[in-house]
């Protein structure tokens, strides 16, 4: 709430410093709502603009600016959501959210040699298992109201009265929302490993890969594992799930034929172990996994150019 100035200060309403300090949390929701790094900047862009468009007493009239932008950039999620189906209808092959990088990772961040980088938006995302590949895929299964109901109240608990007016729905419809969507994301949450193990699996996954070793391979791999691979249609990737152990080493040997010189790199994607593929210095496929019973189940491979541009531009170290 805004407090009364004081005697000499200017009724200007809220300072920029107070407005552009609200962005970190913009773009947190707006990322776990719509599973893009780049359209949430965007949405969360969006509301800036038309906070800075609305006339000075418009915004002095606001007694809390920060839930002002949070309603207003929701609301257009909430329409980006609502026509994100019909656009990846015409998407070319399988649609992946967009990978995150750890903030110490992404490229010039501060892992670049301790010097102030122009802040990037990757670095400010918060990691936690709201935004593991796997919770984001489930979210993607999701209706739009569903989705925003569920991340402003159990990921940053916002209350079903704010919600209702964001969503259009009751206060009890937004609770049923939320229920309903919380059930869809309770098996993802059970079958968490922890990060020590899936680091270890990776680890192993990375050095078979490397050694052309098919047999180690399928045995770090659930039998029924699958992969899922997002070139958007501007790179080569296989347009539907490859299904199976056995098929998935096989593929990954064919990429690595294909592509001498490829190096493997351990890095956190979405805040849990993953894999980078450089060729050249240049990343080009970012792999995050998913652990059933002590075996990767899932793999999913980001290769789209246009997904990876936190990531590009590093080489290894």
């Not at 109201?145 to 916002?158: G, K, P």
């Not at 979405?270 to 593929?277: C, F």
Request: aromatic share 6%; proline share 7%; with cysteine.
């Amino acid at each position: 709430m805004n407090t009364p100035p004081t005697a000499g200060q200017d009724r200007s309403g809220p300072g920029p410093v107070a407005i552009t300090d609200e962005r970190r949390r913009l773009v947190n929701i707006a990322y776990r709502l719509l599973g893009s790094l780049a359209e949430a900047e965007d949405a969360v862009q969006e509301a800036y603009a038309r906070w800075y468009a609305m006339p000075r007493e418009r915004q002095q009239a606001v007694e809390s600016p920060g839930a002002w932008l949070t309603t207003v950039a929701s609301r257009i999620c909430l329409d980006l959501l609502g026509s994100a189906r019909a656009r990846r209808e015409r998407y070319v092959g399988e649609w992946i959210p967009e990978p995150l990088p750890d903030r110490t990772e992404w490229i010039g961040g501060p892992a670049g040699g301790g010097r102030a980088a122009p802040a990037d938006p990757a670095d400010r995302v918060t990691l936690d298992e709201s935004v593991n590949m796997a919770f984001l895929v489930v979210l993607e299964a999701m209706t739009p109201a569903e989705r925003v109901a569920f991340i402003l109240h159990d990921v940053f608990r916002y209350p079903f009265a704010e919600i209702a007016g964001i969503v259009g729905r009751s206060p009890a419809a937004c609770r049923q929302l939320a229920s309903s969507a919380r059930r869809r994301t309770r098996a993802v949450r059970a079958q968490a490993a922890p990060r020590a193990g899936q680091a270890g699996l990776v680890r192993h996954f990375k050095a078979a890969w490397e050694a052309g070793d098919i047999r180690a391979l399928v045995g770090l791999l659930d039998p029924d594992a699958t992969m899922v691979a997002d070139g958007g249609g501007l790179v080569g990737a296989v347009l539907r799930p490859v299904v199976g152990s056995e098929r998935i080493a096989q593929y990954l040997l064919h990429i690595a034929d294909r592509a001498p010189g490829l190096t493997l790199l351990e890095r956190t994607v979405n805040g849990r172990p993953g894999l980078v593929a450089q060729h050249a210095g240049v990343t080009v496929t970012v792999a995050a996994f998913d652990l059933t019973d002590d075996r990767i189940s899932r793999i999913w491979a980001v290769r789209n150019p246009e997904k990876l541009r936190p990531w590009t531009g590093a080489g290894p170290n």
